[in-house]
């Protein structure tokens, strides 16, 4: 006879980034809700988990301490130590330099934190906000692979019109993109619901072309919506988002994650729009070779 399967079982120990990203995917669905969000934002800021204290951390995540080691007893970790231990070997090897950036302008951070932005200041929140944009575009640089940028390319190169769903905050990104995708010669289409035609723009969508999402932390429902119906199409579904429990991800073709770096509720758009425009000049600089 079969032995039973507890269900209050811890699950087993995690010892790597990767293990531990899967076991978060396996576990989205059943975490309480608090506790989703505090994944959302481990996954985001890897760094400032591997780097600041579970003081510094709950002031940045806005939780308080004792929902961190909750979080980290739920995965099967002993405390935040352990669960620590497995960020900080993701900086180990080729990226202790930059480990060693990110630890810089961590310092800095924690001063910000203590002392709050400056908002009567024009100049010292532009100097954050630069700093922030630096520090995600060094981010985004080491976590871009090679493959999944290619394969992201070589899916708009060879879909027919591209499909652009982006609302809200990721919204200016979409139309940067369809504008970019226009100026290169692919087909490029917004969908804006305009006139509460949303049904229909989606409806537009064939199985050679491509839907394109962008959508990031908080995730606007109309967005995960669209791929939602595009996805039973069988077009090809491409997505732009922060982390592997994005709602876009199980549904997408092809992924690449940006981490938006944020000051407060303002989050940079810089590191998603520099990799829009290289995925555009990349198709643009195809196109132009096979003329």
């Known amino acids: ?9 811890k699950p087993q120990p995690i010892v790597d980034f990767q293990s531990l990203v899967a076991l978060l995917i396996a576990r989205q669905d059943s975490l309480p809700r608090r506790l989703s969000q505090l994944a959302q934002f481990c996954l985001n800021n890897p760094e400032d988990v591997a780097i600041y204290n579970i003081v510094g951390l709950s002031k940045l995540a806005d939780v308080p301490a004792a929902n961190i080691t909750r979080f980290a007893k739920e995965l099967g970790f002993a405390g935040f ?7 900080r070997q ?3 090897g080729p990226r202790m330099t930059y480990a060693d950036r990110i630890k810089a302008l961590g310092d800095a951070g924690d001063q910000n934190a ?33 493959q999944a940028l290619e394969a992201f390319v070589d899916s708009l190169a060879e879909c027919d019109s591209v499909y652009i769903a982006a609302a809200r905050g990721a919204f200016g990104i979409g139309a940067y993109c369809f504008y970019g995708l226009s100026q290169v010669g692919k087909p490029a289409h917004m969908i804006d619901n305009l006139g509460a035609m949303r049904n229909e723009q989606v409806g537009a969508i064939r199985n050679k072309d491509a839907l394109l999402v962008l959508t990031f ?12 119906m595009a996805a039973k199409s069988n ?6 988002t922060d982390n592997e429990l994005s709602p876009v991800v199980k549904l997408a073709d092809h992924v690449l994650y940006v981490k938006e770096a944020s000051l ?8 998603a729009l520099v990799l829009c425009q290289s995925i555009i000049v990349s198709l643009g600089r195809r196109g132009s070779a096979s003329n």
């Not at 130590?81 to 960020?87: C, G, H, N």
């Not at 077009?235 to 732009?240: Q, S």
């Open 235 to 240: 077009c090809t579904l491409l997505a732009i």
């Open 264 to 271: 407060g509720h303002f989050r940079s758009q810089v590191p």
């Open 217 to 228: 932390d908080d995730y606007t429902p109309e967005t995960v919506a669209i791929a939602e």
């Open 90 to 92: 993701r900086l180990v």
């Open 114 to 146: 203590e002392r709050g932005l400056d908002l009567d200041h024009p100049r010292a929140l532009f100097d954050t906000f630069v700093q922030t944009a630096v520090d995600s575009l060094l981010r985004l640089r080491e976590d871009i692979q090679d």
């Open 81 to 87: 130590a352990e669960l620590q231990d497995v960020f």
């Open 1 to 9: 006879m079969p032995e039973k399967k507890n269900p209050q079982a």
